[in-house]
């Protein structure tokens, strides 16, 4: 990256600071992701896992987007997952994410399952889970109460 074009030290600046943001790709001109690192849904995390190194499977983030019913007709997940990925690259804290998590629109799930995966990857997120999609041990569970695995 370029940095943030703070050059004093004394400000907390520095020089090739990593800076993660989702971007759509259908409104971002190829020629301003020069010299950028690019990560897809696809990278991010996958079904696959490679069974001669382990290596692959899903990110955190998807398997609670699953276990807490995070999505539904799936057109807008993969945007999601991207954006709250971002975020959580840049500052894993529930109330970085509450503040910025925006400009995706879901007409399936009303957000809260959504909203729960999210905080749930969070590093401060202990006490977020209980009580939100997940039951007193932490484990996932659906609308209905029961255990989703």
């Given at each position: 990256?370029?940095?943030?074009?703070?050059?004093d030290e004394d400000e907390g600046g520095?020089?090739?600071?990593?800076?993660?943001?989702?971007?759509?790709?259908?409104?971002?001109?190829?020629?301003?992701?020069?010299?950028?690192?690019?990560?897809?849904?696809?990278?991010?995390?996958?079904?696959?896992?490679?069974?001669?190194?382990?290596?692959?499977?899903?990110?955190?983030?998807?398997?609670?987007?699953?276990?807490?019913?995070?999505?539904?007709?799936?057109?807008?997940t993969p945007g999601i997952i991207v954006?709250?990925?971002?975020?959580?690259?840049?500052?894993?804290?529930?109330?970085?994410?509450?503040?910025?998590?925006?400009?995706?629109?879901?007409?399936?799930?009303?957000?809260r399952p959504i909203w729960d995966a999210?905080?749930?990857?969070?590093?401060?997120?202990?006490?977020?889970?209980?009580?939100?999609?997940?039951?007193?041990?932490?484990?996932?569970?659906?609308?209905?109460?029961?255990?989703?695995?």
């Amino acid at each position: 990256g370029n940095g943030n074009g703070n050059e004093d030290e004394d400000e907390g600046g520095t020089e090739g600071e990593i800076v993660h943001y989702a971007a759509n790709a259908c409104l971002m001109p190829v020629l301003a992701a020069d010299g950028a690192h690019i990560t897809t849904i696809e990278g991010i995390g996958s079904v696959r896992k490679d069974t001669t190194t382990g290596n692959g499977g899903l990110h955190p983030l998807q398997s609670a987007m699953v276990d807490l019913h995070g999505s539904q007709c799936g057109f807008c997940t993969p945007g999601i997952i991207v954006a709250i990925y971002a975020l959580l690259a840049n500052k894993p804290e529930v109330k970085y994410v509450e503040e910025h998590l925006d400009g995706n629109l879901c007409r399936c799930t009303g957000y809260r399952p959504i909203w729960d995966a999210a905080r749930s990857v969070c590093v401060d997120a202990t006490s977020a889970r209980v009580g939100m999609g997940c039951g007193a041990s932490g484990e996932p569970v659906g609308p209905c109460g029961t255990p989703c695995r």
